[in-house]
């Protein structure tokens, strides 16, 4: 709507008199809109809006049963509006940005009015609230459109996210936070710890659009870490700052078709030279996130006496492929070809023949990232069945007074609700253990919670389908985000590890201590 336009006052009479083809208004939340000539070119159709229900009367029902509110406000549908209802103000109002939803469940307790949590302080509110209003601000439009045609995160975006530091942020608390100023000085690199970390993680998920999650630097999240832990001072000097600042892009690069969970397995080789001073890496590596525009590949070998990993920079006989997969291109999945890839041996991240560790100490912050990232994912889509099951009329009355589908909501409130106290917990843990102990005490727990958190968000997932019916199957309109959530929530069952081998890992690790003389 043009910001000179005038609004009219009118009453609901005198909009009842417009009524027909070429002279049609209704009424959405006390605002007039003429459709005299829109109405030919709605794309539902004329006799839609020439319902007795919707011409000249007030169709805000209808158009919640139809629509999701970002449609009034869409430019093109905005400048439809000629005036309001004499004595009437609008009452459904957006969330503003950076502001907290007031749906049920749909932010983690220590967000919701009244309520209390021993793990936060002034500093992760603040983290929280700087991080919504910017994900809402920056993140939110370019994910929706980068989702939809497959292009690479925009170049400003990321430009923004290494402004505030908000790379660094996702690779936790460390000496890599040193001399930072974190999201404007909200929070200091000292006192920067799990949960402050947690809150980014859970933040940048909400645009909703699984593609574009893994798209924005997802790659970087689990590929940097062996560099910042394992990578001599020359090659972090180097790469670190690169990274950080959005400059250069950065893939983890495991995983091949022979070999995914059995690491150990892997067939990709590097061979020393003569002079033992480079490395020659031949073999692949699939399904590699951010592959298709990284410039440097951390990856696993197999040498001669065992596993290396090496830091390898895109060059002379690295060749990426796109694979196509069930989200959007954006991610930068890929297949990748090193064939003769000469590497010095300086690149060598550990010790060499001592890959195996390197992966091993990466994967506890790697799931437990991604259990941030699939509990957040998780209250989103219960929050759009929360909503959805209030505004949408069934038999006379809203869904949301049908037995069953209250059934249904409180089931998905319990899953994720649970995961996020068992996620919350174990980032206590993390708080007040060594790196050491983590890796003893914790592998075992991250590993069946991550199993949680993916199971019961496909069981969230199966359930807001039914919510939703069609729309929950349709690309676009009011069920998109459910209908995205369905297709791609399995990713998160995969990556890091199948369910099954988390929970086998989890397990394995449980019955260690069991003690011997136990006997029920």
């Known amino acids: 709507m043009s910001a000179t336009k005038q609004l009219r006052t009118i009453t609901r009479d005198e909009v009842a008199k417009h009524n027909r083809p070429g002279d049609l208004w209704v009424i959405i939340d006390a605002k007039v809109y003429d459709l005299s000539r829109f109405s030919s070119l709605h794309p539902g159709g004329l006799a839609v809006l ?6 000249g009367q007030d169709a805000t029902e209808v158009f919640y049963q139809l629509h999701r509110h970002e449609i009034l406000q869409k430019p093109g549908y905005a400048r439809l ?9 609008s009452i459904i109002k957006p969330r503003a940005a950076g502001a907290p939803s007031k749906i049920p469940y749909a932010e983690p307790s220590w967000l919701t009015a009244g309520f209390k949590s021993p793990y936060y302080k002034e500093s992760h509110r603040n983290l929280q609230q700087a991080m919504r209003k ?5 993140v939110f439009p370019d994910a929706q459109a980068r989702e939809l045609d497959g292009k690479r995160i925009s170049q400003s975006v990321v430009d923004a996210m290494a402004e505030m530091n908000i790379n660094a942020m996702r690779l936790g608390p460390g000496k890599h936070l040193k001399g930072l100023k974190l999201m404007g000085g909200i929070v200091q690199p000292e006192e920067f710890d799990y949960f402050h970390e947690l809150v980014v993680s859970e933040e940048l998920v909400r645009v909703k659009s699984r593609g574009y999650i893994d798209g924005m630097l997802g790659g ?16 972090k000097q180097q790469v670190i700052p690169e990274v950080f600042s959005g400059k250069k892009f950065i893939s983890l690069a495991i995983s091949e078709a022979f070999a995914g969970s059995d690491v150990a397995g892997l067939k990709c080789s590097a061979k020393k030279t003569e002079d033992g001073k480079h490395f020659i890496i031949n073999g692949t590596k699939k399904w590699i996130t951010n592959a298709t525009f990284s410039d440097y590949f951390t990856v696993g070998c197999a040498t001669d006496g065992g596993l290396t990993v090496l830091l390898v920079p895109r060059g002379p006989g690295v060749e990426t492929t796109p694979i196509k997969t069930t989200y959007s291109a954006c991610a930068g999945t890929a297949y990748i070809t090193f064939d003769d890839v000469k590497v010095p041996v300086e690149n060598v991240l550990g010790k060499e023949n001592g890959g195996l560790q390197v992966i091993l100490s990466n994967f506890n912050h790697e799931r437990w990232a991604m ?24 038999f006379g009355k809203p869904l949301i007074e049908q037995a069953v589908v209250r059934a249904k909501l409180a089931n998905m409130a319990a899953r994720v609700e649970s995961a996020q106290s068992w996620l919350e917990n174990i980032t206590h843990q993390m708080n007040n253990m060594s790196y050491k102990e983590q890796s003893m005490k914790l592998a075992g727990q991250i590993a069946l919670l991550k199993r949680y958190c993916t199971s019961t968000a496909q069981d969230t997932a199966r359930e807001a389908v039914q919510l939703f019916g069609g729309r929950g199957i349709t690309k676009t309109g009011m069920g998109r985000f459910i209908e995205h959530y369905h297709a791609t929530v399995p990713f998160d069952a995969l990556l890091g590890g199948a369910e099954d081998v988390l929970g086998d890992l989890g397990v394995r690790q449980a019955v260690r201590g069991i003690p011997k003389n136990a006997r029920l």
């Open 371 to 394: 259990c941030c990232s699939s509990i957040g994912n998780h209250r989103t889509t219960v929050e759009e069945c929360f909503a959805w099951a209030s505004q949408r009329q069934v």
């Open 81 to 89: 509006q000629i005036g309001t209802i004499d004595g009437e103000s």
């Open 134 to 138: 910017f994900v809402d601000e920056i």
């Open 50 to 55: 020439l319902d007795e229900e919707v011409a």
């Open 220 to 235: 970087m999240v689990i590929g940097l870490p062996p560099v910042l832990n394992f990578g001599s001072e020359k090659l």
